[in-house]
């Protein structure tokens, strides 16, 4: 098996995101690979502007959500010793979003935490379930549990 090169660690801010960016640091030791992270912002609607105002001031969440995941992230690979080209802040779907920047920047690994939804959560889809059918690369996501 061949050594990973570059490792994409998306992360969604959890309690539990140590837990998956340990898992992917470790890996890029030992496969002496490149490590950038990846955090998504979705778009948040304010709401049906039909029903009157519901903000009574004009206020961009999205772009503060934004400024506020750059800020984690930077402190993230100042912790890690990353540089700062290894940071993205993506807008969009968490699902697209990942397996585009993993495409566009020649990712073969990319390191997600799965709560392990069951029932209805897990019709729907998860993120890391759709990272794992659509991203051209291998995927290992790490298990989270509440009990951890």
């Known amino acids: 098996m061949e050594n990973y090169r570059h490792i ?8 539990h995101h140590p ?5 992917a640091l470790d890996l890029a030791h030992k496969h002496e690979a490149k490590l950038s992270l990846i955090h998504v912002v979705e778009n948040l ?12 001031f004009d206020l961009d969440l999205t ?3 934004v400024e506020s995941a750059r800020q984690r992230l930077n402190q993230l690979a100042v912790s890690l010793q ?8 993506e807008i969009g779907s968490p699902k697209a979003e990942i397996v585009r920047v993993a495409e566009e920047n020649g ?12 029932g209805i959560a ?13 991203a051209k690369c ?3 996501a790490v298990r989270l549990r509440a009990d951890e």
């Open 8 to 15: 994409l660690l998306a992360l969604d801010f959890s309690e």
């Open 19 to 23: 837990k998956v960016a340990e898992r």
């Open 45 to 56: 609607p304010i709401g049906d502007t039909s029903y009157g105002p519901i903000v009574p």
């Open 63 to 65: 772009e503060q959500m």
């Open 82 to 89: 990353l540089p700062k080209e290894n940071v993205y802040v």
């Open 107 to 118: 990712v073969d690994l990319i390191v997600v935490g799965s709560h392990g939804r069951h």
């Open 122 to 134: 897990l019709l729907l889809g998860s993120t890391a379930g759709s990272v794992i059918h659509h």
């Open 138 to 140: 291998d995927v290992l």
